[in-house]
């Protein structure tokens, strides 16, 4: 195991759960029976202590751990590692009725009761200091354990404060951005407008519900402290364990959840030493195909495990069946977690964990499936799942620390996000922004190309092609870099949308797209037309016609060339589709949105540009990559309806050990995993 993931070496794939012995420490036959049956389902990792601070302080300064190290000991002696989360999730009730500041304060200026989780405010000392006291005693304690491979902070972070301690913290914020100058702010924030000038920071409150809510760059800048907030509290947890354990070297790392809209997970993730997150696809829905639901999944796996795209990720959390929580909760039909754990493998991730190891008998999720259900046994159809997946991954353990080489990438900005919806104008209900950042990664994948999903921030020099969808707010340093990328010799496609506002939501002067983009793209972006769903549009290309869907920029040319023209309304035979050659590189601009399987034929024209290499796989296939130093492992998904023929395959088939040379029939729901040179 590489030194970045875990504590010590197990030397195979993680196979792990959310254990929590402290609902059952009054049933040592319980817990004798958990060892056994999770021996029996391949589980070599367990979760401990995430919601347990009042397992460990019951009340104030009364400390209990000897039952953790006792669960600890009897894991490792049964060849079960420990990743220990620190409590702080979920606090005891002793301390919100003596500290009632470290409760959060809701959008209408509410204190909040105690009650279900990650109700605390981050900026409180108060709370900071007890989670201090509460890490250091459990890293002192646990932190030296011969099973520990790394710790877990907290868990799903998430939620907002705006309480008088989150609002000076907030202020001190702005003072710092924009350089104790009011006057900065007020007009990069544009707060002429309805008479919202401030005349000093202290005027200065965060977005209330019943407040002001129509400066955009207050919003922004407000999840932007929110995301610092959280960057600054989670350093204290940090900082709490590697201080107080006796082993430094043990790594750390929290549970993210998906596209989380509320914090920029880059500004989070900054000093923990791999990403983890929690993955629950809504599989078997009604508005989606099952393919489609995998597709998703595979960018989410994609989308976090960028954040460090260097080394591998973990899956913290998943389902072996159903949740409580979704609208509706679906089973998982026969083969899916198998099919969707292994795409999770192939995505980059070294483990495959589940929340949780044992139904609780009450409590908000008791009705949360589990490895092992109500019933207590391992003969049900979840358990057999789970206890073939753990085959599965034993057979995949060299897998472990490789890693993935992509030449796409497809850029994807928080910031952004909250700007294209914050922002007045276009609609309400199409802007869609990480659906579309979704929709242009999965139009690569039929051609065998994975895309990393990646910020401005990165070196755009590891790729051939970056697609950068409705990239509205853009800085003058990213303009520089998408010249720099496409001048030596890149593949750029910018859409509809890009370079309206600078990093505080103020529109560029001079028209869109703003500074040095008309140069670089060769087109003046004039109107935005946005489209009801009974409009039609399409986009004439070539022999190709391209449907067109909500929205249409009417674009006049400088000096680029013309690839596509609409087909319809008073912008007929207007540019659509462009191209100008910049240095040694392209920089194509689409100035509408495209239906899905549209999509794939403009990127298929991109990918012949940049001279990556192309597969020629059948419908329904999905693949997957990662290198090892001497070798690929390469996966093939039939994520379709039908079996499929896969041709010119060559390699050994890691689940069978047989060779493979030329073809291979992949049944609906199942998969191949080969390695070769």
């Keep these: 195991m590489r030194s970045y993931a875990l504590g010590h070496s197990i030397n195979k794939l993680v196979h792990g759960c959310d254990y929590n012995p402290d609902q059952w420490l009054d049933r040592p036959d319980i817990l004798s029976k958990d060892i056994e049956y999770m021996k029996e389902a391949g589980i070599n990792e367990a979760t401990l202590g995430v919601f ?3 397992a460990y302080e019951p009340v104030e300064g009364e400390y209990h751990f000897e039952w953790l190290i006792e669960i600890m000991d009897r894991l490792y002696e049964n060849g079960i590692s420990t990743i220990l989360a620190t409590p702080s999730g979920a606090r005891p009730v002793w301390m919100d009725h003596k500290y ?42 646990a932190g030296g354990h011969p099973g520990l491979i790394a710790w877990h902070i907290s868990n799903e972070f998430g939620g907002e404060c705006f309480c008088d301690l989150c609002k000076e913290k907030f202020r001190e914020y702005l003072r710092k951005r924009y350089h104790n100058d009011i006057n900065e702010l007020n007009h990069e924030w544009w707060s002429y407008f ?6 000093d920071f202290s005027d200065i409150e965060p977005p209330y519900i019943n407040g002001q809510n129509a400066l955009m760059g207050l919003k922004i800048d407000w999840r932007r402290f929110t995301s610092a907030n959280y960057a600054d509290y989670i350093s204290v947890e940090i900082d709490a364990i590697r201080e107080a354990s006796p082993n430094k070297d043990v790594p750390v790392t929290t549970n993210l959840m998906q596209r989380f ?75 899916v977690h198998e099919q ?20 609780s008998r009450g409590g908000a999720e008791q009705f949360h499936g589990a490895v092992v259900d109500h019933s207590g046994t391992d003969d049900t159809r979840v358990f057999r799942d789970v206890a073939h997946l753990g085959e599965i991954l034993s057979k995949l353990s060299e897998i472990e620390g490789s890693v993935k080489r992509n030449e796409a990438a497809v850029i994807f900005e928080w910031d952004n996000w909250w700007s294209i919806d914050v ?6 209900e199409t802007k869609k922004y990480d659906i579309t950042c979704l929709n ?73 797209p703003g500074d040095g983009l008309k140069d670089l793209f060769g087109i003046i972006n004039e109107e935005i037309d946005t489209l009801y769903p009974s409009d039609k549009n399409g986009i004439r290309m070539e022999n190709e016609t391209l449907k067109v869907k909500d929205y249409a920029e009417l674009i006049k040319l400088i000096d680029a060339d ?86 010119r395959l060559n390699g050994i088939d890691m689940l069978t050990g047989k060779a493979v040379d030329d073809s291979v029939t992949i049944l609906p729901g199942k998969f191949i995993v080969l390695k070769s040179k």
């Design 52 to 54: 347990s601070w009042a």
């Design 562 to 647: 013309v690839i596509g023209t609409y087909t319809d309304d008073f912008y007929k035979d207007m540019p659509v589709i462009t191209c100008k050659k910049y240095g040694k590189g392209k920089a194509y601009y689409q100035a509408a949105r495209i239906e899905n399987e549209d999509m794939v034929k403009l990127s298929g024209k991109l990918l012949a540009e940049s001279g990556i290499k192309i597969r020629e796989l059948p419908s329904g296939i999905e693949y997957h990559a990662r290198y090892g130093d001497d070798c690929i492992y390469e996966f093939y998904f039939n994520i379709g309806e039908e079996a499929v023929e896969v041709s």
């Design 194 to 199: 309805w008479s919202a000038q401030y005349n």
């Design 261 to 335: 809209y509320d914090i920029d997970y880059r500004e989070l993730v900054k000093k923990i030493d791999f990403i983890s997150w929690d993955s629950y696809p809504a599989f078997h829905n009604d508005h989606e195909r099952y393919e489609d639901t995998m597709m998703e999944s595979a960018f989410d796996h994609t989308l976090l495990r960028c954040l460090k795209k260097d080394r591998p990720f973990f899956l913290m959390e998943s389902a072996p069946g159903h949740v409580n929580w979704m609208n509706y909760n679906k089973l998982k039909r026969p083969g």
């Design 440 to 512: 242009h990664w999965k139009s690569l994948m039929p051609f065998g190309v994975e895309a990393d999903v990646i910020s401005v921030n990165d070196n755009f020099e590891d790729y051939k092609l970056i697609i950068a969808p409705m990239l509205f707010l853009i800085r003058p340093e990213t303009i520089e870099k998408l010249k720099g990328f496409v001048e030596n010799g890149g593949i750029l496609l910018a859409t509809y949308m890009t370079g309206y506002v600078n990093e505080n939501s103020l529109c560029y002067e001079g028209g869109f």
């Design 423 to 428: 922002s007045g104008g276009f609609s309400r």
């Design 340 to 359: 969707f754990s292994c795409q999770t493998v192939a995505s980059g991730s070294d483990s495959i964990q589940y929340f949780q190891w044992r139904c």
């Design 100 to 141: 009632p500041e470290v409760m959060r304060v809701d959008g209408m200026g509410h204190r909040n009761r105690h009650g279900f989780r990650h109700n605390h405010c981050l900026s409180s000392e108060v709370f900071r200091d007890k989670v201090r006291t509460i890490d250091t005693k459990l890293a002192k304690i």
